[in-house]
């Protein structure tokens, strides 16, 4: 998961108040197949929990490309004893390792479920392996974000088989090689799950989301990365302002940057950082976009400015106007210089539509079916991007942050709540299982 900055890992607020008799007895609200498939998750927890563990010890930083493969080969296997028919889309086209497909045609309603089998931890990484901390958390790269959620998906489908209803159901399960570092160029990246997410009723990602189980995520801001270039005329400073000098590139840039700040840092939802800038006489940036360099003199008028930044937004009509504004303000120029602003598309917003709210809704309804507690939405705010967002205007229901419970993650103390792998289990299976066999009640 791509995170915001003001998205930290949350600790898990309600782990501690859930009772072991809670967690193994379903509610009377269950079907008789619902029961079937809450007991065979319980019954599987040990071999769900192991997968976990081996998926987690293989190394699968996204520049690891072998290393996303061979997570990818452990979850194709078990998806191909499940009946999916199974597929790996290389990743040579967008420089990454490529994408794990598995596919289930049946007679319900299409169903996408979202994953990836990469992590921010590379082989240089120190943070290289499972370990239990105690009989409830384990701590290890990727085990939240997002190993458990892939397990979770195995696990939910296991059980969906043994209780005989997987037959009926049409899914299609996507997983990423290169979520948390994505291939260029992003449209032949995503290609995959665009395509697979046509004639889908409803999408949902597994990622672990804001680390707390009341909590889903039914939007996520886009992000995209924009770059300001300024000139101006260099001259010796003591003739800045004047008619033939004008005012140079910082103060250019400054005075964008500044109209950024008072024409849109109200607007709710909306956010643009300028992350790096470099003015003077001559600007370099690297390649990359994250280093550079830059040479002048306190007594010499800056010809040049380049900054970087990000722009985030709730919706489509959201990036589209702040992106118009943000033109218009760096076409008013100071005296004598110039002003260019572009943009670069990144991951696309998840508006908080009619139809995620409604998957909310039936994700809120099996969670209290289980006897568990109810489920609302995350402030997007929180929720950085992911894949989810690419098919935001495709898919009429999506949901994500339904993965494994924990926190910490992006970092060395990354952990997960055990305790929570059944039940995030089973509250997905039911989910499927409603939405494949209900259709008529999951359309309202």
């Known amino acids: ?24 007895q379903p509610a009377a609200a269950l079907s008789v197949d619902e029961r079937a498939v809450v007991r065979y998750v319980d019954a599987d927890n040990a071999r769900a929990l192991a997968l976990l563990q081996r998926i987690v010890d293989i190394n699968s930083g996204t520049m690891n490309f072998a290393g996303v493969r061979r997570v990818a080969d452990v979850l194709r296997a078990e998806l191909d004893s499940l009946g999916f028919t199974t597929r790996w889309v290389d990743g040579a086209p967008f420089k990454r390792s490529g994408h794990l497909v598995a596919e289930h045609p049946g007679p319900g309603a299409k169903l996408l479920l979202i994953g990836h089998l990469d992590t921010v931890f590379e082989p240089s990484s120190p943070f290289q392996r499972f370990e239990r901390l105690d009989d409830s958390t384990a701590r290890g790269p990727g085990v939240i974000d997002m190993k458990g ?32 570092d994505a291939g260029a160029p992003l449209t032949e990246a995503r290609r995959t799950l665009l395509e697979a997410a046509r004639g889908a009723s409803a999408a949902i990602g597994f990622e672990d989301g804001p680390g707390d189980p009341h909590l889903a995520v039914i939007s996520r801001r886009g992000d995209e990365s924009w770059t300001l270039r300024t000139t101006g005329t260099p001259a010796h400073s003591s003739q800045i302002f004047q008619k033939e000098v004008g005012a140079g590139a910082v103060y250019e840039a400054t005075r964008v940057l500044s109209e950024f700040y008072k024409q849109l840092s109200g607007e709710r939802y909306l956010t643009f950082n300028p992350g790096l800038a470099l003015g003077g006489t001559a600007v370099k940036l690297d390649s990359t976009a994250v280093a550079g360099s830059a040479e002048g003199k306190s007594n010499v008028v800056a010809a040049q400015m380049t900054v970087v930044g990000d722009l985030r937004t709730i919706s489509p009509e959201q990036l589209a106007r702040a992106k118009q504004t943000m033109q218009a303000i760096a076409a008013a120029h100071l005296p004598n210089t110039t002003a260019e602003l572009t943009f670069d598309p990144g991951y696309p917003p998840m508006a908080p539509t009619a139809g995620n709210r409604r998957l909310l809704a039936l994700y809120d309804r099996v969670s209290r079916d289980l006897g568990l507690w109810p489920v609302t939405a995350v402030d997007p705010s929180k929720a950085g991007a992911a894949d989810v967002s690419f098919v935001a205007d495709i898919v009429p229901m999506k949901i994500d942050g339904v993965g494994l419970s924990g926190r910490d993650d992006h970092t060395t103390k990354e952990t997960a709540d055990l305790r929570m792998l059944p039940v995030q289990t089973k509250r997905a299976a ?15």
């Open 1 to 24: 998961m791509r995170l915001s900055p003001l998205a930290p890992s949350l600790a898990l607020l309600a782990a501690c108040a859930i009772s072991p008799s809670l967690l193994a």
């Open 149 to 180: 959620g892939d397990v979770i998906i195995v696990a939910a489908l296991r059980a969906l088989k043994q209780a005989g209803v997987l037959p009926k159901m049409n899914v299609t399960i996507v997983y990423h090689g290169d979520e948390e």
């Open 430 to 444: 039911l989910l499927i299982y409603r939405l494949s066999t209900k259709p008529a009640e999951t359309s309202h």
